[in-house]
């Protein structure tokens, strides 16, 4: 498909890819960055080359299921936001580089996200999911505007070494009688 770009007041939205693997892998083999996420942290470099593959090759398709961007700090590559379909309704993800923590960025590229895929691919319905005790990630969802709509046992981090809680979040839009939001 045609790459999208999302421009924000801060940051660049540019499709990810292969390119960025130096800065994709400073957070993805980084247990901090990634220790309550469910795919990461990756255990070495083919893992990491082997997920941007992926993406790439998502990218490439007519109708791709998922998308993910890579963020843009004044041209640094900062993070990742993304968002995954299943059956119309797009879940959400985010990662920051821990450098970049608490700056605001998480929530300001993913609120350009819903507002992109709301206003230009009709999605009306956005999911996202977290561990329990990752404050940082339902916060960004709160601000999103986002309401807990479930919490669930049998989460496992692939960090850890039990399971744990996750905290479901949804936002739905409703469409008005001329399907406008
Ligand atoms: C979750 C994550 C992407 C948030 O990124 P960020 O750019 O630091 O978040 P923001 O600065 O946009 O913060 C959004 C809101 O969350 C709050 N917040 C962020 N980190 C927080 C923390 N550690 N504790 C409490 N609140 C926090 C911010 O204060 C802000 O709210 P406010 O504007 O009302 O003050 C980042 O912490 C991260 O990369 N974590 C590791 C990866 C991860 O766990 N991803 C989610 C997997 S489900």
């Not at 083999?29 to 941007?52: G, I, Q, S, W």
């Not at 590559?77 to 450098?99: D, M, S």
């Not at 990752?134 to 709509?149: P, Q």
């Amino acid at each position: 498909m045609k790459d999208i770009e999302i421009t924000t007041e801060r940051l660049s939205l540019k499709p990810l890819g292969s390119a960025y693997l130096e800065t994709v892998n400073a957070y993805a083999m980084d247990y901090e960055n990634a220790k309550y996420m469910c795919r990461l942290p990756n255990e070495d470099v083919e893992e990491t080359v082997k997920f941007l593959a992926d993406v790439e090759a998502e990218w490439a398709k007519e109708k791709p299921d998922f998308f993910e961007f890579a963020m843009l700090y004044h041209n640094e590559h900062i993070g990742v936001v993304g968002i995954y379909f299943e059956n119309g309704v797009g879940e959400l993800g985010w990662i920051v580089n821990k450098k970049y923590w608490r700056n605001g960025f998480a929530y300001e590229a993913a609120d350009a996200l819903v507002t992109y895929f709301r206003d230009h691919m009709g999605t009306t319905h956005f999911i996202a999911h977290c561990d329990t005790e990752n404050v940082a990630s339902y916060k960004v969802m709160e601000k999103l505007g986002m309401t807990r709509t479930g919490e669930y046992g049998g989460r496992r981090n692939r960090a850890a070494s039990e399971d744990s809680f996750e905290y479901r979040y949804e936002l739905i839009f409703q469409m008005n009688h001329k399907n406008e939001v």
